[in-house]
């Protein structure tokens, strides 16, 4: 099972940008999907946005689209995600995980990080 680690988490404006990484122990298998998920605080946690590990189209919640990107180094194993025009709303840990199922079901998610705060001030 790979290792997850999280980071780029931070505070902002709103209307600002984060970018998040996400490091992996291991090269994920070919037919793995990488995901981002978040919680808000009393909130249960939510899909964002999520794309296919060797390539191919990407998928993202309504409530983040035009706005977040998603993306990856393969060589180096790194998922991340470029949040821009941010709002209160987006404040959240964010959360990277991995599976083998193109779904935003969390179930389907064996490999998950710790989680790394983002905080979106007005």
């Known amino acids: 099972q790979v290792q997850l680690v999280e980071s780029g988490g931070g505070s902002v404006q709103d209307g600002g940008s984060l970018t998040l990484s996400c490091t992996s122990s291991a090269r994920p298998f070919s037919r793995s999907v990488l995901a981002w998920f978040r919680q808000a605080p009393g909130k249960e946690r939510e899909f964002v946005a999520l794309l296919r590990w060797h390539g191919g189209s990407q998928l993202y919640a309504d409530s983040v689209k035009g706005r977040f990107t998603i993306s990856r180094n393969n060589p180096k194993n790194i998922l991340y995600l470029q949040m821009s025009s941010l709002k209160v709303e987006d404040t959240a840990v964010y959360y990277c995980?991995?599976?083998?199922?193109?779904?935003?079901?969390?179930?389907?998610?064996?490999?998950w990080g710790q989680g790394t705060q983002v905080t979106v001030a007005s």
């Open positions: 995980a991995v599976g083998s199922e193109y779904t935003t079901r969390l179930s389907a998610y064996a490999s």
